[in-house]
């Protein structure tokens, strides 16, 4: 390899927007988040070192060998976050970036791109969840952070709000000014009328620096690698990725797969199956390593664990060889977990989903096991073991350990879910699944909102056909739990704390489905049960699905009673389905 003269980055972002430079299958995907981009500009800027790069310069006879891809150049989280195939004429030869992906990425998206992530609280299929931001630099102020000089952030065009201590300048305008000149012009009509000396001083300097290390400064030092031979590259980038941010074994299982699956495109079956299965239901969210680590445990590999060894080209061969099995057995056990009512917020650990997918694939079941009546058992024990084993963790520390006797334990018992079995195995383990007392207890205190609870209520409603939607609602609606509420009704501050500590646990909460829940809303519980249920028996019924306690007062201000009534006679049905 030789080492060649440094670029500039306003160069190199021309050349792949151009798609004279590409991304070799072997890449791993883009997983920057807009701090990092942020703290590379800012690095740029106070001209820190941000490392070489490697090029594979690739003949143009041998262009047609490969599969290239093209960088990201607007990114969204959600709908766009996979590099799209590169369509390749062959008549010239072309530059694949080996090391330096992230950064150029980054680069190119802050400079010309725009960069949408998934705001906090907003539900993942919201389309309005992700607002497209560009870069920008605010010219008249140093950064807020300490270890930050310069203000870099990725905006909206609804946050730019330009006073006396901000004036964004969107970085990618950067690239027009080509004349030495143009950021003093730029300045004269923006800044110095508006804005004190200080500030005035601080955003030439700015700006002038911004363009010199964006156009001017060769920046950008990279070697050039000429070999044709794949082998060779792909050693290359699995080494000086060694380093730093370390590949994932699943970028590196990619990449060999890449090199030695003989019919398949393994990057683009990976990222397919990935796709599919998260939008299963109401999404998951399962990514490379899961299907990777899945494929190594379906195929019967003695070893599964996640080092170079296991990722050999027999190994490999015989993955691609069953693919199409492995992803439907994977992509069943998704739709039947759904169908239990999991999804990417109540699935606490994706491992939960191997055993089931494992053990569909040794019975080789189709689309109808999920459905058919004569399955009906069969799926009752999978959702046990699944509820199980989600609310003791059993996949928390080393899952392997789980993963192996099970696996062993299905291909023993392939009739039926060995859940029996299961359970002895791992009797008087760290891993049982087996509840004492004290168990029992622990699993009232669990919240709304939180992850497993979903999972503590569904012990108590087993016969609940998941395939319509269900929300876990509070029974006293949580709205009427402000203080001021509460005050009027005349409770004591004590009265008030007991309330509002009790309000979000398990003892007042239940699976509703969703339209009688939306309709439910902030209505108080004894004026909802009456309306909803308007007689004796539909009263009842109501009351002995949902451990609704019997000759009790269900008026508001006897939300106490009714509470620690409703715990004692959960914790009696989670004794008699637990020990």
């Known amino acids: 390899m030789s080492y060649e003269t440094a670029l500039t980055i306003k160069n190199v972002i021309d050349k792949i927007h151009k798609k004279e430079y590409l991304l070799p299958t072997i890449q791993r995907e883009f997983v920057w988040n807009t701090y990092q981009i942020e703290r590379l500009f800012d690095s740029l ?41 590169a369509s390749i004429n062959g008549d010239d030869k072309i530059t694949a970036i080996l090391d330096g992906q992230q950064r150029l990425t980054s680069l190119y998206i802050a400079l010309k791109g725009t960069f949408a992530y998934k705001l906090p609280r907003k539900r993942y299929d919201n389309p309005d969840a992700y ?16 270890e930050l000089e310069y203000d870099f952030s990725f905006l909206t065009e609804e946050e730019i709000d330009n006073d006396e201590n901000h004036f964004w300048f969107e970085v990618g305008k950067i690239l ?31 700006l002038s620096k911004l363009r010199n290390v964006i156009i001017e400064k060769g920046i950008l030092s990279y070697y050039k690698e000429t070999d044709q031979t794949l082998d060779k590259v792909l050693n290359i980038f699995i080494r000086i990725n060694s380093g730093g941010t370390k590949l994932s074994y699943s970028d590196l299982l990619l990449s060999i797969a ?7 495109d393994a990057r683009e079956e990976i990222i397919t199956i990935v796709d599919e299965i998260n939008e299963i239901g109401n999404g998951f969210n399962v990514d490379k390593d899961f299907i990777l680590k899945s494929s190594l445990i379906l195929s019967d590999f003695k070893d599964f664990a996640f080092k170079v060894d296991n990722f050999n080209k027999s190994n490999m061969l015989e993955i691609e060889k069953n693919w199409e099995y492995i992803t439907k057995a994977l992509k069943l056990a998704v739709k039947l977990v759904s169908s239990f009512g999991y999804d990417r917020e109540t699935l606490t650990s994706n491992n939960a989903l191997i055993p089931i997918a494992y053990y569909l694939y040794k019975k080789q079941v189709n689309e109808s096991f999920i459905t058919s009546n004569s399955t009906l058992e069969d799926k009752k024990k999978i959702r046990k073991w699944l ?26 018992n392939t009739d039926e879910f060995p859940l029996d079995e299961i359970i002895k195995k791992f009797k008087g383990t760290n891993k049982t699944l087996i509840f004492s007392d004290e168990d029992i207890e622990n699993l009232t205190f669990y919240k709304y909102g939180q992850g ?38 005349g409770l004591t501050d004590e009265g008030i704390e007991i309330f509002q500590d009790y309000v979000n646990y398990i003892g007042n909460l239940q699976l509703l489905e969703a339209i009688p829940n939306i309709e439910k809303q902030d209505t108080e519980f004894k004026i909802w049960l009456n309306k909803t249920y308007p007689t004796t028996a539909e009263q009842k019924d109501y009351c002995d699905k949902h451990y609704i306690p019997q000759n009790i007062n269900l008026d508001f201000n006897n939300f106490k009673e009714f509470f620690e009534k409703r715990k004692e006679l959960i914790k009696d049905k989670f004794k008699k389905k637990l020990q």
């Open 45 to 85: 800027m106070r001209d820190y070192p941000i490392s070489s790069f490697l090029f594979w310069e690739v003949d143009k006879k041998n262009v047609k060998n490969f599969e290239f891809y093209e960088f990201i150049r607007n990114y969204h989280e959600k709908n766009n976050r996979h590099n799209q195939k």
């Open 131 to 146: 607002p497209k931001r560009k870069l920008y630099l605010n010219l008249v102020s140093k950064s807020p952070e300490d």
């Open 176 to 206: 027009e000014m080509t004349g030495a000149e143009a950021p003093y012009k730029f300045l004269s009509e923006y800044i110095f009328d508006e804005y004190s000396k200080d500030k005035r001083d601080f955003a030439i300097t700015c």
């Open 258 to 264: 890449t090199a030695q699956w003989e019919t398949k």
């Open 387 to 412: 509820v199980l084993s989600l609310i003791k963790r059993a996949f928390s520390g080393q899952p392997d350990n789980v993963l192996r006797p099970i696996r062993e334990l299905i291909q023993q």
């Open 452 to 489: 497993f609870t979903f999972s503590v209520l569904s012990l108590l409603y087993p016969t609940l056909d998941f395939r319509n939607k269900f929300h876990v609602d509070h029974i006293f609606p949580k709205s009427l739990f402000k203080k001021p509420i509460l005050k009027k009704k």
